[in-house]
């Protein structure tokens, strides 16, 4: 077991689950992990694809703003989102924060940049796939396929979730060879080590 990850674990009152891969499974997981242990919050941990180069490939962050990307009409120029449509994911005075395709979390004391990250059905291919998305999401940072499921889940059902990823690729590269996905996991668990460690501090 990996060093970062065994220190996210040795943290009293820690259950670890996995949620699943992609926004299917990770949110029906999730509801599922939030009714049988009924947390007081919960921490999303994993991987993403960066958008920006401002954001370094082996570091991690904090991501406060959720976006959806893949639910609606159409694909690829000519996709258009269920919100512009005027139909809604979910009923939208059930949760407050959702407005459209966003959804707000609020951010950590640990973090004075509200990043987006933008969940997807499937990761960029390439790069018309990662300049179609910024089309109509230019906000977004980065990219990864289990967020605004999950974030989703916790919502509804009024649960406090932070959500970490470790930055593991440049978006639409499909080059494995050039991906640093240990050195992001690694960067995700010593992150969401010192945020579990100002809250457990913050709540004594």
Same mark, same amino acid.
């Given at each position: ?9 040795? @943290? ?5 689950? /996995? ?6 499974? +990770?949110?029906? $997981?999730?509801? =599922? %992990? !939030? ?59 059930? @949760? ?5 395709? /966003? ?6 004391? +640990?973090?004075? $940049?509200?990043? =987006? %990250? !933008? ?86």
């Amino acid at each position: 077991m990996r060093p970062a990850l065994q220190a996210v674990l040795a @943290i009293d009152g820690i259950e670890a689950k /996995v949620c699943g891969f992609g926004p299917i499974a +990770s949110g029906i $997981r999730t509801a =599922q %992990l !939030l009714a049988e242990f009924q947390p007081s919050s919960c921490l999303l941990v994993g991987i993403a694809g960066t958008y920006q180069s401002s954001l370094a490939i082996g570091s991690a962050y904090e991501f406060c703003e959720i976006a959806c990307y893949g639910i609606g009409a159409g694909s690829g120029p000519e996709f258009t989102s269920s919100s512009k449509m005027g139909w809604r994911q979910w009923p939208e005075k059930l @949760i407050e924060s959702l407005a459209g395709d /966003v959804l707000q979390l609020p951010s950590s004391k +640990s973090t004075s $940049r509200r990043f =987006q %990250l !933008l969940t997807v059905c499937a990761a960029s291919g390439n790069e018309q796939d990662v300049t179609q998305r910024l089309r109509l999401h230019p906000s977004a940072v980065a990219e990864d396929m289990e967020a605004f499921a999950v974030a989703l889940a916790c919502l509804s059902s009024k649960v406090p979730l932070t959500i970490i990823r470790g930055i593991s690729n440049q978006a639409g590269d499909r080059e494995q060879s050039r991906w640093a996905v240990k050195p992001a996991i690694e960067a995700a668990c010593q992150l969401a080590t010192t945020f579990l460690g100002a809250s457990s501090k913050g709540s004594s």
